[in-house]
């Protein structure tokens, strides 16, 4: 009987190891394991269809006005126009090549990322569990599963705790599903078999262990996808923007179009000249270079690619987005709310501080202890006390200290081993000293008692050791150890020491006391009450989650750019403002709120509080989501970070939901938008920082884009509706520029000095900007300014430079034309390099440059050779044509920097203005 007929929730566990020849206690081997993925292949759901090379080319051609150019292009060569229907079609060719080379880029870039968040999971191999990718699981691995995992394949359950999935995605099932590993009857339809779990599916709670049965297309998941050819993934919002843009230029373009159209033929048939077949192509041909030219049909693509490149950049620093739309999100983030644990801080719990004897001792790295006092003196006496107060930590804790790989490895508890640690470092052997003072009682720690208490035998005597919150073991106590001398714990000495953990509380410690007792008996009474009272109070330690070292940098830098970073954690309050405040979050006149607060304000109060908030300690995965909610009502785009399977909705509902790439759920991943790596707050700012970079970057392409078709369209349509008309031109005499001309100034300019614009370094101020408002057009101040500026300048200048050269001939004016159009756009690029500086502060990047100097080069061949030159209509220009090309160049340059200039004074003015109104001073 094959695989895929048997009933494996028919099967008791026995069986269905022994069908896939595997031990549900060590798992597969790793070599039977490689063997089997050869077999079965990668744990992967198959749902599209690849797009070949070659038909990413072909598409290429599927675009509306190369179709009509390359009709046009087969009809002027039938009439014997040869060398003008090669020309066009090797210039749309090249066109061609570098939108093939834009949309390949992209598409490779976003399938290696797709790889990168293939997501990873438990299996149990060569009886040890290690992480692997799911694209690695085969039949016959053991998984081991936990809550907030995502199920990778369809598996028997064979161990199960309290284990319930979420399968609403595969049965429509809204509430969790209990799972056990007890046989079902054979018929059981696919929503009843609770002894299995399937890919694509969630656990909600508990764990347990499961045997694949089928992976990739063989699961219940993969059955579906196989009904699925191609799945349409929704295209950026920037891009349909972009999409709108190119669609309402053509509607302008085509109009014009229709109307030089009309005019020429109204004027040949006024002159009664006949308009035969070779007129109408060349007009047909004018019409269609002109729209082709006018209209930026690459812009798109050239979206998608730079919003490919900026996630394959953010990945590279430890940010994978999940969709390209999170990238253009990421740009305009205004709020990140954050977790504070190893996400602003370590993540790794170290003790700091420690209160002995009555005095402060500072911890530094290594675990050198000093008196915090300098004129305090480390004595013997306090030594001891110190020495004392170590051990009974570590009699008093279960975590353990392991040696591995010529480093100390601790395993327990995150606060255990804090101490456990903190012993190994300061010279105490926690391996010997546990086996000396055996362990032979204990009375477990728990969140009610606040305390863990052990009873150990050494030299014939029985010692209780107390671990537990400095207000519970002093209350334990009535004695206290000062300088090896025990004293009795007098109010005053309360007060004292409550007084000292207060103040380290406060400082964002956690703190926790230990004492001591010797059992005035010879054997262990297992009594509670007999056994934790009339301690001597040995003293306390401060343990605290250090920031991580780029945290306050990062934070100085969201304020700086507009954006108010909030810390969001589950810690106490005291704690999370410490931390907040050492990093920079947390400032003179912010608002710190814990969950018990938050619950009690309806939303119409935390929206008026919401912008003042800087911390929430003490909060819940439902707290995360009125936060959420509290900001979008301020229409604030809202990063929030989350790890567990209960952050899945406040993640979703934030503009940009950020998970934990290393402690995450795989439910977190799932519902983010924005997974770390290294789960690093800094991270989340270099990814803002980037977004905004790409923004900018694209909004430079459109200015360049735009203002090379606007001035063109101005020129043109003022040459061929007035000046020439008025001046007795007529027919083929009416067209400022050839067909051929137009496609050669289109793909100079859109073709690699664009693309470089793509990759231009950001500003040097992106990040002390404020961010751009929801919803912002790209159309922006500083696009809009430039557009303007451009027309104004360029258009006289090509005009008189046209209108000047008339006199030497048509051909003579069209070739200066010509060559005015392809040097100002060049030197246009330059001050595309920023919008809003000046390009000695913005230098342009080698690229940038070496895309312009291979135009001019380019161009300067094209025309000093005569098959070319004939080719693209041209002359050889004269001194007095480089005279007006180098000029008018210049000009353009020149004033665009000034201008540039002039608006930022105007802007900083404009902003100071708002400022002092809003201080109550007029100016």
């Given at each position: ?435 000396v003072r055996r362990r032979v009682w204990e009375i477990p720690f728990s969140s009610e008692r606040k305390r863990m208490t052990t009873v150990t035998h050494y030299d014939g005597m029985y010692e209780a050791h107390l671990k537990g919150a400095l207000e519970v073991v002093i209350e334990l106590s009535d004695k206290i150890l000062v300088e090896g001398v025990e004293h009795d714990l007098t109010p005053g000495w309360r007060e004292t020491v409550l007084r000292a ?312 004016a069209r070739s200066r034309l010509f060559l005015m159009f392809i040097a100002i756009e060049l030197v246009i690029a330059l001050n595309c390099r920023s919008l809003i500086h000046s390009v000695f502060k913005a230098r342009p990047h080698k690229l940038l440059v070496l895309a312009i100097l291979w135009e001019l080069v380019l161009i300067v061949v094209l025309t000093v050779i005569p098959v070319t030159r004939e080719a693209l209509h041209i002359l050889i220009p ?46």
């Amino acid at each position: 009987m094959s695989e895929e007929a048997l009933k494996w929730h028919s099967l008791e566990p026995s069986s269905v190891a022994e069908a896939l020849k595997t031990d549900v206690e060590h798992g597969l081997s790793s070599e039977e394991a490689l063997r089997r993925k050869e077999v079965y292949g990668p744990n992967r759901i198959v749902v599209e269809r690849r797009v070949s090379p070659l038909k990413i080319f072909a598409r290429q051609f599927a675009n509306l006005m190369i179709v009509i150019l390359l009709i046009a292009t087969t009809i002027s060569a039938l009439l014997g126009e040869i060398v003008d229907a090669l020309v066009i079609f090797v210039i749309v060719l090249l066109a061609s090549v570098l939108g093939f080379w834009q949309e390949f880029r992209s598409d490779k870039i976003v399938s290696a990322l797709r790889k990168m968040m293939v997501p990873s999971c438990s299996v149990l191999r060569d009886g040890v569990v290690v992480k692997i990718s799911s694209e690695d699981v085969v039949p016959g691995d053991i998984l081991v599963i936990e809550e907030g995992d995502r199920i990778v394949a369809d598996g028997r359950i064979v161990e199960a705790f309290s284990l319930e999935t979420y399968e609403a995605a595969l049965t429509g099932e809204s509430t969790p599903v209990q799972k056990r590993p007890n046989p079902m009857p054979a018929d059981t339809p696919l929503p009843d078999r609770a002894n299995m779990v399937y890919s694509g599916t969630t656990v909600a709670r508990g764990k347990g262990r499961a045997i694949v049965v089928a992976t990739g297309m063989n699961t219940e998941f993969g059955k579906i996808a196989k009904e699925v050819t191609q799945i349409e993934e929704e295209r950026p919002p920037l891009e349909r923007r972009m999409n709108e843009v190119a669609k309402n230029l053509g509607k302008i373009v085509i109009a014009l179009i229709a109307v030089i159209v009309v005019i020429d033929l109204g004027e040949f048939a006024l002159l009664g000249q006949p308009i035969t077949a070779e007129v109408l192509i060349k007009i047909f041909m004018f019409a269609v270079s002109l729209a082709v030219a006018a209209v930026p049909e690459a812009l798109p693509a050239i979206v998608t690619s730079t919003l490919a490149v900026g996630m394959w950049i953010l990945a590279k620093r430890n940010a994978v987005v999940r969709s390209m739309a999170a990238v253009e999100t990421l740009g305009s983030t205004e709020v990140i709310c954050s977790d504070k644990t190893g996400t602003i801080t370590l993540g790794e719990m170290v003790v700091r501080r420690v209160y002995v004897s009555g005095s402060f001792l500072e911890v530094g790295s290594g675990g050198v202890v000093q008196p915090v006092e300098k004129q305090l003196v480390f004595s013997n006496p306090l030594e001891t006390d110190f020495r004392r107060l170590v051990e009974t930590f570590v009699l008093a804790s279960d975590a353990v200290a392991k040696k591995e790989g010529g480093r100390m490895v601790v395993y327990g508890d995150p606060t255990e081993a804090a101490l456990i640690s903190f012993a190994e470092q300061v010279g105490v052997n926690t391996s010997e000293l546990r086996a000396v003072r055996r362990r032979v009682w204990e009375i477990p720690f728990s969140s009610e008692r606040k305390r863990m208490t052990t009873v150990t035998h050494y030299d014939g005597m029985y010692e209780a050791h107390l671990k537990g919150a400095l207000e519970v073991v002093i209350e334990l106590s009535d004695k206290i150890l000062v300088e090896g001398v025990e004293h009795d714990l007098t109010p005053g000495w309360r007060e004292t020491v409550l007084r000292a953990g207060e103040m380290m509380a406060a400082q964002g410690f956690r703190v926790l006391a230990a004492g001591r007792r010797v059992l005035d008996t010879n054997r262990v009474e297992q009594d509670e009450e007999a056994v934790e009272r009339g301690f001597t109070f040995l003293g306390f330690v401060g343990i605290a989650d250090p920031p991580r070292p780029e945290a306050s940098e990062a934070v100085a830098m969201c304020v700086e750019a507009g954006m108010k970073p909030v810390m969001v954690t589950g810690d106490h309050l005291s704690t999370a403002v410490a931390i907040a405040r050492e990093v920079g979050i947390y400032r003179e006149g912010d608002l710190a709120v814990s969950g018990a607060e938050l619950e009690k304000l309806s939303d119409e109060e935390l929206d008026k509080k919401v912008e003042k908030i800087s911390v929430y300690a003490r909060v819940t995965p439902y707290h995360k989501l009125r936060i959420v909610d509290a900001w979008r009502r301020r229409s604030k785009t809202v990063a929030m970070t989350g790890d567990g399977i209960n952050d899945a909705p406040a993640l979703k509902k934030a503009d940009i939901g950020v998970a934990m790439g290393v402690k995450g759920t795989e439910v977190a991943k799932e519902a983010s938008d924005l997974i770390l790596l290294d789960d690093n707050f800094a991270t989340i700012v270099k990814a803002v920082e980037l977004g905004r970079w790409i923004y900018d970057n694209i909004k430079k392409y459109l200015a360049y884009l735009l203002e090379a078709n606007f001035v063109e369209i101005a020129v043109i349509g003022l040459t061929t509706l007035l000046f020439l008309p008025l001046l007795g031109y007529t027919g083929e005499e009416l067209l400022p520029l050839l067909p051929v001309q137009i496609l050669y100034i289109n793909l100079a300019t859109d073709g690699l000095p664009a693309i470089a614009l793509g990759f231009s370094p950001p500003d040097h101020d992106i990040m002390k900007r404020p961010p751009r408002p929801r919803g912002e057009s790209v159309f922006t101040a500083e696009v809009k300014q430039f557009l303007i500026r451009a027309l104004i300048i360029e258009t006289p200048l090509y005009l008189l430079g046209f209108l000047t050269a008339l006199p030497y001939g048509i051909e003579a004016a069209r070739s200066r034309l010509f060559l005015m159009f392809i040097a100002i756009e060049l030197v246009i690029a330059l001050n595309c390099r920023s919008l809003i500086h000046s390009v000695f502060k913005a230098r342009p990047h080698k690229l940038l440059v070496l895309a312009i100097l291979w135009e001019l080069v380019l161009i300067v061949v094209l025309t000093v050779i005569p098959v070319t030159r004939e080719a693209l209509h041209i002359l050889i220009p004269t001194a007095e044509d480089l005279a007006w090309i180098i000029s008018a160049a210049l000009i353009t340059f020149t004033s665009i920097e000034v201008l540039k200039k002039v608006s930022i004074e105007r802007m900083f003015l404009t902003l100071k203005s708002v400022k002092t109104e809003e201080s109550g001073v007029r100016v």
